[in-house]
């Protein structure tokens, strides 16, 4: 049976600094939870890394993180970098991208072009620079890295279009880009997978949504595998998301959630932006340490000594720490769960959530995916807060 998998996204900022230098605590304990330093109770293997970050001036960052063969690595190809403007785009991405992906991943999206932001309107040329970067990686594709096709929309008429003029390339598995605030983008772009059979496709290893950290996102994903298992087949769905070490710059350290709700609940910790001095007054206590939310807190406890040298960096890696194992944390629970019994899911989640839950098992194990989408429309887009009718009218690809 498989299992749902998080790809911690922490190559950048705060926690990929520390990763890439092996920051290590007073008495020696590592912060790279991926390695085999760290308890293996509480280690992680999966890894996400992003050519966009990384392409220029860091053409081996597999081996600056210290991985082994032991991890999973997903890279990112950099489309987003492309559409937020932080990468200019030129024709010698591709190979660029390719390359890097090669030399650092074990799984990876293809270079897609995402049409938001810069490229907000301009779905067609996207769309076109996207299906010669995908022939590029098929054709090239050595083996060694198993690449997923990745289709992009605002609907299920888009998500269709760019489908239906990818669907060909012989890729590994599929990733939906796009919806990461939208449970109706997602379930669009999941419906016209389904539809196209593609879970059925014997060379598809991976579903994959890109950047979710949505606690009902997570619970769809895992009914999703769940209802994969079901009917016996061999995909892994996945995510990848940045929020725990993000969450860190904001102060923020997890203590609780809501799975009725479905959000996060924190602790505003100073930080070192806008509260240096009280920081200076937190350290200065006699025996300074984190709440104890969970277990692995017990654990972190033993090696973060606040009083060391490097005090404010054992502060914030400490905290990027617990936020991550909280997060998996609460991914085991949803689990757990889920794959109970329908009476217990029933009562620990909104009815909203519920009906959503059942819609996706019900795509997965129908005939006619599409049908089972329409019938829960409304409830998607109520649940997304979209606002207008969506017609096919509206839509112009040429």
Known sequence: MNKFKYFPSFSVAGFGDALRQNYKFDDGFSCRFYSDDFPEKYRHIEFLISAGHFIKNNPYLYDEHGFTDKNLIMGDSGGYQICSGATKW??????????????NSDVAMNLDIPPRLKY?????????????????????????????????????????????????????????????????????????????????????????????SRITYFMLLIQLQKSFNDIGLDIVVTTDSSSPDRAVVFGTYYSGYSMKRGTWEGIGFPNEANHPDIIDEFLKLENPTFPIINEFDVELAKHVNFHSINKKKAYSTGMRLHNFEFFKDVIGKIESIIYGHDFILEQTVSSDIYKMLHSVDEMVKSDNPKRVFEKYKQLYTKMSNTKKEIQVKEHSFF
Not at 183 to 208: A, D, I, P, R, T
């Open 120 to 212: 907000e309107g301009k779905f067609r040329e996207c769309l076109d620079i996207s299906k010669e970067n995908f022939k590029y990686f098929a054709d090239h594709q050595s083996g060694n890295t198993d690449y997923l096709n990745v289709i992009q929309g605002g609907d299920e008429f888009e998500f269709q279009k760019w489908y239906d003029e990818v669907k060909q390339f012989p890729f590994q598995g599929w990733a939906i880009g796009g919806s990461g605030f939208s449970y109706y983008k997602f379930l669009s772009g999941l419906m016209v997978l389904l539809n196209g059979k593609e879970h059925h496709n014997s060379n598809v290893k991976y579903f994959h949504i890109l950047g979710s």
């Open 90 to 103: 030129k024709p010698e991405l591709t190979q660029q991208s390719f390359d890097w992906l090669e030399r």
